[in-house]
C-alpha cells in the first residue's frame, strides 16, 4: 500500500518562495508518475505539476510554468515542489498522488493521495 506525506506548506508574502516534501513509501515512487495537484476553496482539484517515475520528464500547469519546479529525490523517495514568485491565488491545500498511468495532467487520472499541506500567500 502507497502512503503519502505532505509537508512544508505555511503562511508567505506574496512573491516569497516555499517548498514542498512528500514523502513516498512503497514501490509507486519508482515505479510511477507523481503529481502535485490543489484546491482552492469553493473550487475544484487542479493539476499543478508532475514528473516521470525516472524523473527525466516534467510537466505543468500554464499559470505556474517557470514559478514551479518538481523533483524527486530517490535516495529519501521525496517529491519536492519549489514554488517562487507566489501569488495570491496560489493558495490552496497542495496534495501529492500517483499517477500510474504515467504523466498526467488530468486530476483524475491521479490515486493515492497524501493528507495535503496548506499554501496561504498573502497580498
Known amino acids: 500500500q502507497v502512503q503519502l506525506v505532505e509537508s512544508g506548506g505555511g503562511l508567505v508574502q506574496a512573491g516569497g518562495s516555499l517548498r514542498l516534501s512528500c514523502a513516498v513509501s512503497?514501490?509507486?515512487?519508482?515505479?510511477?508518475?507523481m503529481g502535485w495537484l490543489r484546491q482552492a476553496p469553493g473550487k475544484e482539484r487542479e493539476f499543478v505539476a508532475a514528473?516521470?517515475?525516472?524523473?527525466?520528464?516534467?510537466i505543468y500547469r500554464g499559470s505556474v510554468r517557470g514559478r514551479f519546479t518538481i523533483s524527486k529525490d530517490n535516495a529519501k523517495n521525496t517529491v519536492y515542489l519549489q514554488m517562487s514568485s507566489l501569488k495570491p491565488e496560489d493558495t490552496a491545500v497542495y496534495y501529492c498522488?500517483?499517477?500510474?498511468?504515467?504523466?498526467?495532467?488530468?486530476?483524475?487520472?491521479?490515486?493515492?493521495w497524501g493528507q495535503g499541506t496548506q499554501v496561504t500567500v498573502s497580498s
Open positions: 498522488a500517483v499517477s500510474r498511468g504515467g504523466l498526467a495532467s488530468r486530476p483524475g487520472a491521479y490515486d493515492s
Open positions: 512503497g514501490r509507486a515512487f519508482s515505479t510511477y508518475a
Open positions: 514528473i516521470s517515475w525516472s524523473g527525466d520528464k516534467t
